[in-house]
């Protein structure tokens, strides 16, 4: 859809009390401020509000809302449906709404709604204190956390969104309310695993733990060696302390000194174990991988920052992605998982993960509304490529592998590792007992669904 031309007056009338930035279409910022992590998504907004305040944000919701636009909400710009955007809408970009505030002695962090996981890492490492984020440092904390948040070490502290100790937010209607454990319960119950739907957060306060050490050892194999690397991940896991973390994976070998010739360029099998402790602690955890010579290793004791950072996946490819939670991982699973990483686009940033629940993932502290955190498993296609002319091959690789799976699945998926597949899914995604519950919340805080470029929750 072609953007709406606005009125001229109208918009004087928003930049004038707007402390951020206005950009419409014509403006010479406009294609780099409406592009996303995910090149497949071209979409033209008609105003794109550049927020750096509360007020700017609530303006921006009134202005789109007045006018009958479609409304977006973009943090870190990392929706591989492309949720953060809209053609011929508003998006209420938060991006300049990132400062963090550590309170080292309350450990907590006030993020700002448009903070990204290197913004909340920065800042959270010069105190050795630590909270679950996601594997890269470009992803929102806002869509992160929102969405219920997966990442290295949440197997030892549980998924981001169990360190929320308050949010808030600016309303459909523009007003700007707040929700804690014992402020608005329903909200903030709601706030754990239904993302953007109630409102826009423009700040977040996340509980923080002690991290004195942390470790991560990356070990490859060529491709073939899979089935048992894997077999032996699943008995390493099925009695490793809560302190690992990490993933197996297939992907491209990365030309890196620790990785042999013969494997960079080619499709390689790792396994990714991060440790929530020194390094003479993980080396114990890793023995049963090391014997099986790796033929790349590279095992090192460093800031939990620096390994966030040193894992980003590039932007600007073509993306398509998946998830599906398991029950159960046997051998026939094993194979086949395995057998199906043959189809991946190589070379390729692509990835075909696996990642480990259990430990603090699967202590819930509370009912919310994340069904997912009770499968042990969770098999994630992870798309990234160049070439349009291999779109097909990398859908359908994803889509393989969720069929494959499928007999093992749990049910219940992962917002945040998918893009649109249906309302199905969404249903997956939160329980279908939480979703009489959710509604009620949306019908509270958006009954006319104003927030609804998301896995949405209908109102009613
Ligand atoms: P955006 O595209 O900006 O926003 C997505 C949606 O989130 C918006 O439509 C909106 O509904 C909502 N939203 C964002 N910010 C706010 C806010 N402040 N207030 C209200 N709603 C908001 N997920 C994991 O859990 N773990 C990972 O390790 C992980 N790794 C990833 C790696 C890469 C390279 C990518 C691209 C994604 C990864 N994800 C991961 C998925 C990621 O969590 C989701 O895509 C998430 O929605 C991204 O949030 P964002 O703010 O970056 O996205």
């Not at 953060?84 to 450990?107: C, E, I, K, N």
């Not at 969720?402 to 219940?412: K, L």
Request: proline letters at 7%.
């Amino acid at each position: 859809m072609a953007p709406h031309v606005l009125d001229g007056a109208a918009l004087d009338a928003l930049r004038s009390g707007f402390a951020g930035e206005v950009v419409v279409p014509g403006d010479p910022s406009y294609d780099e401020t409406r592009t996303l992590f995910n090149a497949m998504i071209d979409r033209r907004p008609s105003l794109i509000a550049l927020c750096e305040t509360v007020d700017d944000v609530a303006a921006a919701i009134r202005f789109g809302r007045d006018r009958g636009l479609e409304i977006a909400v973009r943090g870190g710009g990392h929706s591989v449906a492309g949720m953060s955007l809209t053609d011929g809408g508003v998006v209420v970009d938060l991006r300049r709404m990132h400062a963090v505030v550590v309170d080292p002695r309350a450990r907590t962090a006030r993020v700002g709604g448009g903070a990204t996981m290197s913004h909340l890492d920065r800042a959270t490492q010069p105190y050795e204190l630590a909270t679950t984020g996601g594997r890269v440092s470009t992803t929102g904390v806002g869509g992160f956390a929102l969405g219920g948040g997966s990442g290295w070490l949440e197997r030892k502290f549980g998924p981001a969104c169990d360190s929320l100790v308050e949010a808030e937010l600016v309303t459909a209607d523009g007003t700007l309310v707040r929700a804690a454990e014992n402020e608005d319960p329903e909200l903030f119950w709601a706030l754990h695993g239904g993302g953007g739907n109630f409102g826009v957060a423009t700040s977040l306060t996340l509980r923080l733990h002690p991290l004195p050490a942390f470790t991560m050892a990356l070990l490859l194999w060529p491709a073939e060696a899979g089935p048992e690397v894997l077999r032996t991940y699943r008995t390493l896991l099925a009695s490793a302390p809560d302190e690992v973390g990490g993933a197996m994976l297939f992907l491209t070998g990365p030309p890196e000194e620790f990785v042999p010739e013969h494997l960079v360029g080619a499709l390689a099998c790792a396994v990714l174990v991060t440790y929530a402790g020194t390094e003479a602690g993980a080396r114990e955890v890793l023995e049963p991988l090391l014997a099986l010579g790796p033929e790349g290793r590279l095992v090192m004791e460093l800031p939990y920052a620096d390994l966030q950072s040193m894992l980003d996946d590039p932007p600007g490819y073509r993306n398509y992605w998946s998830a599906e939670y398991l029950d159960h991982f046997p051998d026939e699973a094993v194979d086949r998982f395995c057998a199906r990483a043959r189809d991946m686009v190589v070379p390729s940033p692509s990835q075909q993960v696996l990642f480990p629940a259990g430990g603090a993932v699967a202590r819930a502290p509370a009912d919310y509304p994340i069904p997912w955190r009770r499968s042990p498993w969770v098999v994630h296609p992870f798309g990234l490529w160049a070439d349009p002319a291999d779109d097909r091959r990398a859908r359908q690789w994803a889509h393989d592998i969720r069929d494959d799976m499928r007999q093992w699945s749990s049910g219940a998926v992962y917002l945040n590792f998918i893009g649109d597949e249906g309302s199905g899914r969404v249903v997956a995604g939160l329980g279908a007992h939480n979703l009489g519950r959710l509604a009620r919340v949306k019908t509270a805080y958006d009954p006319d669904n104003v927030f609804r470029l998301n896995h949405n929750i209908e109102p009613g």
